[in-house]
T-cell receptor, first 116, second 113 residues
């Protein structure tokens, strides 16, 4: 099986712009989660989606939004970019079949976003 | 508030040493505790998942333990190798699907030949 894939790998944007990051989960995984990792810190939870519904949201402003498509791929959107949004954005998937209960998270290699 | 702390932040050891990485969490209502490895500029690789009802998990030279009552987990690496050099992250899952994780800041490990 191919792993979690994310695109693009790197992105440079200017303050105030909008960005869309994309993620394809492992085949058969129905749950996708998004994390932000600032340099030198552990990842912070942003969103979790299951079967196209938002199931969880971390402590991030409304400028951050996401959605999941019928094929279980996902997009993370960030509006009105700030310098502090510069980070590695990680997507993860887990769960096969009808449940994601207690199955390990599989992460992609992330999108490195730089805001200037 | 759920907080996860990892000590030390960085560790350097000679090849062949056995070592222990520490993780502590403030909220014992976790569903599972996961350990990950992260190489520079890369994503996270899952190493071990310990369910809340378990005490430990083993995979090869890795052994992770979980003590919910004290809010602690340890990752034991036996016979360390230079290829083990990476950042190790622990994370507590506070939902039963195990995908809304609270991460520690990581321990950066360097194993010297």
């Amino acid at each position: 099986d191919a792993g979690v894939t994310q695109s693009p790998t790197h992105l440079i944007k200017t303050r105030g712009q909008h960005v869309t990051l994309r993620c394809s989960p492992i085949s058969g995984h129905k749950s996708v989660s998004w994390y932000q990792q600032v340099l030198g810190q552990g990842p912070q939870f942003i969103f979790q989606y299951y079967e196209k519904e938002e199931r969880g949201r971390g402590n991030f402003p409304d400028r951050f939004s996401a959605r999941q498509f019928p094929n279980y791929s996902s997009e993370l959107n960030v509006n009105a970019l700030l310098l502090g949004d510069s980070a590695l954005y990680l997507c993860a998937s887990n769960g096969r079949g009808r449940t994601t209960y207690n199955s390990p998270l599989h992460f992609g290699n992330g999108t490195r976003l730089t805001v200037t | 508030k759920q907080e996860v702390t990892q000590i030390p932040a960085a560790l350097s050891v000679p090849e062949g040493e056995n070592l222990v990485l520490n993780c502590s969490f403030t909220d014992s209502a976790i569903y599972n505790l996961q350990w990950f490895r992260q190489d520079p500029g890369k994503g996270l690789t899952s190493l071990l998942l310990i369910q809340s009802s378990q005490r430990e998990q083993t995979s090869g030279r890795l052994n992770a333990s979980l003590d919910k009552s004290s809010g602690r987990s340890t990752l034991y690496i036996a016979a360390s190798q230079p290829g083990d050099s990476a950042t190790y992250l622990c994370a507590g899952a506070y939902n039963n699907a195990g995908n809304m994780l609270t991460f520690g800041g990581g321990t950066r490990l360097m194993v010297k030949p």
